[in-house]
């Protein structure tokens, strides 16, 4: 029995290394492509299990090379796969600009993943995994479905609302910790998200929409914990970033992994924060994401 189930994507990431992203109507020229496993929720299954969690996915693939390449990724990483259905669409996928800086811009071809069905949800009812991941990469219908039948089941759920959308008041209220980006909590509550006060401030918003704890990474300014009255900031690691690709599904990972190891809430943000700097430091989603032992090294020797 899996400690982590995560409900959501897989996408075949074609990365292509360029000195700038290019101006609307500009050709430029880039690196080599590379075809690496992604995908928000596939990642976030590979951060879990690299820390050590036990952990399942439940998704769709097409029938072709991509689904193929993006099972064998998560079995490597000891992921269980029996709920990743291959149907006859395409296997989604990422198409990824990364810039000089390690910053990314990504379009995504849903493929397979926009299939996702409650259907699917109630499928591995068999499971009754410590806590479920949830993002934003598959039907928002499957995603308020699994909230309801997880909060029903009394098994916690961790939302990372990416990308960005609408989001209605009873999926906020279902779960349990619901983790934005600056970018993310901008669109979603309409405020601008730019410092640490206007993150408070758009964090409340969520509060007072049903929200119980609100995590917002704030990339090199660490994270910001709300819950009810308290407001806590969890300092950040200084990496040099080459792709900041999966920062945020490392992050996600890490938090899961340390949350269900009993460390409360802001030291699993620590911990959490140390898997995103560290996945920030290497190329590619799933090839980034470090493993326990790394992250641990990492950590006490820069705490
Ligand atoms: O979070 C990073 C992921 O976003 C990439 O792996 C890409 O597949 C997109 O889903």
Sequence with gaps: MADILVIGSLNADLVVRAPHFPLP??????????IIPGGKGANQA?????????????????????????????KSNLVDVTHVRADDSATGTAIIVVDANGQNSIVLSVGA??????????????????????????????????????????????LNPAPAQFLPDELISLVDF?????????????????????AEQAAQTLL??????????????????????QVTQVDTFTVEAIDTTAAGDAFIGGFASALL????????????????????????????????EETEKFGSGLD
Excluded: W
């Design 208 to 229: 007072a929409r049903g929200a119980k704890h609100v995590i917002v990474t704030l990339g090199s300014k660490g994270a910001l914990v709300v819950s009810g009255k």
């Design 46 to 74: 590979v951060a879990a299990a690299r820390q050590g969690a036990s952990v399942a996915m439940l998704g769709r693939v097409g029938q072709d090379g991509f689904g193929q390449f993006l099972l064998e990724s998560l």
């Design 178 to 198: 619901i983790i934005p980006n600056e970018t993310e909590l901008s669109l979603l509550t309409g405020i601008e998200v730019n410092d640490i006060p206007s």
């Design 113 to 158: 993943n926009g299939k996702v069905s409650p259907a699917d949800v109630d499928n591995a009812s068999g499971f009754t995994p410590g806590l479920i991941l949830l993002q934003l990469e598959i039907p928002i219908l499957t995603v308020l479905h699994a909230a309801r039948v997880a909060h029903q089941r009394g098994i916690r759920v961790i």
């Design 25 to 34: 109507g500009e050709t430029i020229s880039g690196s080599d492509l590379h």
């Design 261 to 292: 190891g009993g460390l409360e809430i802001e030291k699993a943000v620590k911990y959490a924060n140390a898997c995103g700097a560290l996945a920030a430091t290497k190329f590619g989603a799933q090839p980034s994401l470090p493993t326990r």
